[in-house]
């Protein structure tokens, strides 16, 4: 079984930046798949980026893609961290940004929220 402990989240100004990150263990995590998503309230919860692990693939959100980075650090088999750049934050991306973990590859994975695992979640909140 996979664990995920989300961290980073907070308050920035519009045009501030944050870094998020989720510290992924318990399970071989060559072949697995880590994601962010994000669900404000009133709407539903979207995906924003996810990573594959063997093949790195990555996707974006499109209202993202210019202003968020996803990376890992695939520093052993068992542990790894994935990381999420917020930069040029917007109001609109206030939200609570959850981690997750997931066998699915990056597009569809993000795309359709198919994920086994999900973190507790880290709040962001951009705001002047």
């Known amino acids: 079984q996979v664990q995920l402990v989300e961290s980073g989240g907070g308050l920035a100004q519009p045009g501030g930046s944050l870094r998020l990150s989720c510290q992924a263990s318990g399970y071989t995590l060559d072949y697995v798949t880590l994601g962010w998503f994000r669900q404000a309230p009133g709407k539903e919860r979207e995906g924003v980026s996810c990573i594959g692990g063997s093949d790195g693939s990555i996707y974006y959100k499109a209202s993202v893609k210019d202003r968020f980075t996803i990376s890992r650090d695939n520093a052993k088999t068992t542990e790894d961290t994935v990381y999420l750049q917020l930069n040029d934050l917007k109001p609109e991306d206030t939200a609570l940004y959850y981690c997750?973990?997931?066998?699915?590859?990056?597009?569809?994975?993000?795309?359709?929220?198919?994920?086994?695992?999900w973190g507790q979640g880290t709040q962001v909140t951009v705001s002047s």
């Open positions: 997750a973990a997931s066998f699915t590859a990056a597009q569809p994975m993000c795309e359709t929220q198919r994920a086994g695992v």
